[in-house]
């Protein structure tokens, strides 16, 4: 083998590898087309359009600067893949007062409006697929969200319910400001120097926005579900009472 073919045979093998898994997922994911709602599998017609609320684009960018993809996933995978639908509330609540069973895997439009899909890299904390949604219903579900996560981020093993968390403070995303009179409604109740008050900064406030849009539990057409909901089974016939 001449050193010619062997340099040409190595560029054609990690060649082919790099444009099957990098450069042809690319070019089909970056504009995904729209995807409508089956009145037969899915009860309904229509484009399904996912919905997110609050400062995506800004929030997720103060989210990857601060590395949150290092311990935290975003992604619930498919049920051939894992079982994440089984992981609590990671995939959706399973007992929504309102709509009952939410749990889903993620699929490509999770992530629209961001520049980067921050599926993450390990699980060292629970996936935040969901955590929007999670804080919302369970966490705070009596008090504000956005309070609850910003005590949390400047915080963790603040709250009594999770006095070991291994989730870092983030003390360098809030700001100590003079008061002058009544401190600032989104002050934060903790001990600050006298004269002064702990507030959230903008990337603070930018990142909650963020956590709290991620409720990605909504329902999605089953043409794009690797798990639709599955058809109750069919009641077999009562076998017949013995005679005699």
């Not at 450069?23 to 994911?29: N, R």
């Not at 960018?61 to 992981?87: F, K, M, W």
């Not at 360098?172 to 120097?193: C, H, M, R, S, Y």
């Amino acid at each position: 083998m001449t050193f010619r073919s062997f340099a040409f045979g190595l560029t054609t093998t990690f060649g082919a590898a790099w444009l099957a898994v990098v450069i042809v997922p690319f070019f089909l994911m970056r504009t995904p087309k729209p995807v409508s709602f089956d009145e037969t599998k899915d009860g309904k017609e229509g484009i399904y359009h996912p919905k997110r609320a609050g400062r995506v684009i800004n929030g997720a960018e103060v989210y990857s600067a601060n590395g949150c993809y290092h311990c935290h996933t975003q992604l619930i995978r498919p049920t051939y893949a894992g079982n994440d639908l089984g992981r609590p509330d990671w995939a959706g609540l399973k007992t929504d007062e309102a709509r009952g069973d939410t749990r889903r895997e993620s699929n490509i439009f999770d992530y629209t409006g961001e520049k980067f899909a921050q599926i993450g890299l390990n699980r060292l904390g629970p996936d935040l697929s969901n955590v929007g949604r999670r804080v919302e219903a369970i966490y705070a579900k009596d008090a504000d969200p956005e309070a609850w996560l910003l005590m949390h981020l400047y915080d963790p093993r603040a709250n009594p319910e999770r006095p070991t968390s291994t989730c870092p403070s983030f003390r360098f995303l809030f700001d100590e400001v003079k008061v002058q009179g009544q401190a600032p409604a989104n002050a934060l109740p903790v001990q600050a120097p006298e004269g002064e008050a702990i507030v959230p900064s903008h990337e603070a406030l930018a990142l909650v926005e963020y956590l709290l849009s991620l409720k990605r539990d909504d329902t999605v057409p089953a043409s794009i579900s690797h798990a639709p909901a599955t058809k109750p089974a069919e009641a077999k016939p009562a076998a017949a009472a013995p005679q005699g």
